[in-house]
Nanobody
Framework: QVQLVESGGGLVQPGGSLRLSCAAS????????LAWYRQTPGKERELVAR???????NYADSVKGRFTISRDNAKNTVNLQMSKLKPEDTAVYYC?????????WGQGTQVTVSS
């Protein structure tokens, strides 16, 4: 069974930076998509950043230019470098992985941007 474990969340002041990491364990034959989503109370989970086969990346307009997603296939990890953080970025961030057969979610990590 594949497990996704996020780390790096916490409290940061506006304008600061955080780096989220997601480590995948278990048998993964082919990774098609790695992504980060976020969700705030009362709102639907939204896509923040995604990286697919070939290294193509996509970002939500609200984070473009501030967030960077990257992956390391050998280590089965995906990272989200977040800079110039805003209070609006406060949310629970979830790691997502889809293989050729299954899709998996991490447990989520809290990111709070506040002074």
């Amino acid at each position: 069974q594949v497990q996704l474990v996020e780390s790096g969340g916490g409290l940061v002041q506006p304008g600061g930076s955080l780096r989220l990491s997601c480590a995948a364990s278990g048998r993964i034959f082919t990774i098609n998509t790695l992504a980060w989503y976020r969700q705030t109370p009362g709102k639907e989970r939204e896509l923040v950043a995604r990286i697919i086969s070939g290294g193509i990346t996509n970002y939500a307009d609200s984070v473009k230019g501030r967030f960077t997603i990257s992956r390391d296939n050998a280590k089965n990890t995906v990272n989200l470098q977040m800079s110039k953080l805003k209070p609006e970025d406060t949310a629970v961030y979830y790691c997502f992985l889809s293989s050729s057969i299954y899709a998996y979610w991490g447990q989520g990590t809290q990111v709070t941007v506040s002074s």
